[in-house]
């Protein structure tokens, strides 16, 4: 009896170790190889553009592909920076329409943009259209986790010049998240209510192949922050799966009364286990 309660405790001091010495050797660079961006929703819809800023301390090559359809070459000499514009105007790299995000609550399959290097390389990832401008660091795979918290932001309701009669526009907020592998089941649990959704109250999703998107919307003006989102594990889904996931906005006035100008918000969110308890 006491030997095999020694063995048990000589395997949970094992499984322990081995469980720190993982997150200890967790790599939390935002400089890699593989990246997972999504385009969300925006006030402008496809005449948004989204550009990509690709760097490197290294001369390298790699490839962007978008969505299902489009993969483009890139080259980046050391030091310097390398653009790829996707959108809907002349002049452009490729398309947007297959990565663009127009669900208020859904799953847009192969919609994601996948950046591949072959060399340590550097992403930032910039949503624009005329004065409307939001840009986000892209974090990449081996810094993916599969439990985030989001930050968010509220909006309020003015007259946005420009849509149509000019009638009250007011920031819809959004969660995006990219499964990076085949049958990936994730739980949101939302601070706000959007659609069929109740605030608090958890639901599922199930993205079947790797670079499927979902989106959830808020209500228009309502604030998301604090709402949770993580991957789980499901029978036959072989565990939690890590997953890219970002905060937005349509378009935000930022609280300013009687504002005709506003941005969109985008950022991509770090998962929990990146936090820490000291900053400068």
């Known amino acids: 009896m006491n030997s095999s309660l020694n063995i048990r405790k000589l395997l949970l001091l094992t499984l322990l170790l081995c469980s720190v010495a993982t997150l ?32 490197s301390d290294v001369n390298t090559t790699g490839t962007v592909k978008v969505g299902s359809t489009t993969t483009l070459n890139f080259t980046v000499s050391a030091n310097q920076v390398t653009r790829v514009f996707l959108g809907s105007s002349t002049g452009v ?21 996948k950046i591949n290097s072959n060399d340590p390389i550097v992403v930032y990832s910039h949503i624009i259209r005329s004065a409307r401008s939001g840009a986000s660091l892209i974090i990449p795979t081996q810094v993916l986790g599969n439990e985030y918290i989001a ?12 849509q149509g009669t000019g009638g009250a526009q007011g920031g819809i907020g959004q969660i995006t998240v990219i499964a990076t592998q085949a049958n990936t089941t994730i739980e949101i ?9 109740v605030a608090g109250t ?23 922050s604090g709402t949770k989102i993580r991957s789980i594990a499901t029978a036959g889904s072989g565990g939690c799966k890590p997953i890219a996931v ?3 906005s349509t378009w935000s006035p930022f609280e300013c009364a009687g504002a005709s100008g506003g941005d969109n918000l985008y950022q991509q969110l770090f998962p929990t286990r990146s936090w820490g308890k000291q900053f400068v």
Not at 151 to 162: A, I, K, L, M, Y
Not at 189 to 197: H, N, V
Not at 206 to 220: I, K, M, R
């Open 246 to 248: 970002f905060s937005s």
């Open 202 to 224: 958890p639901f599922q999703v199930t993205l079947l192949a790797e670079g499927d998107v979902y989106q959830f919307q808020a209500a228009s003006q309502a604030d998301l």
């Open 189 to 197: 649990t939302p601070t706000a209510a959007g659609g069929s959704r």
């Open 151 to 162: 930050p968010s932001f509220g909006s309020v309701t003015v007259s946005q010049p420009g």
């Open 93 to 113: 790299d490729a398309s947007n329409n297959d990565v663009y995000l127009n669900m208020a609550d859904g799953v847009k399959s192969n919609a994601a943009i």
């Open 24 to 55: 200890y050797a967790q790599e939390f660079s935002n400089k890699g190889k593989e990246f997972w961006i999504a385009y969300p929703a925006h006030i402008d819809g496809t005449q948004s553009v989204m550009g990509l800023y690709i760097t």
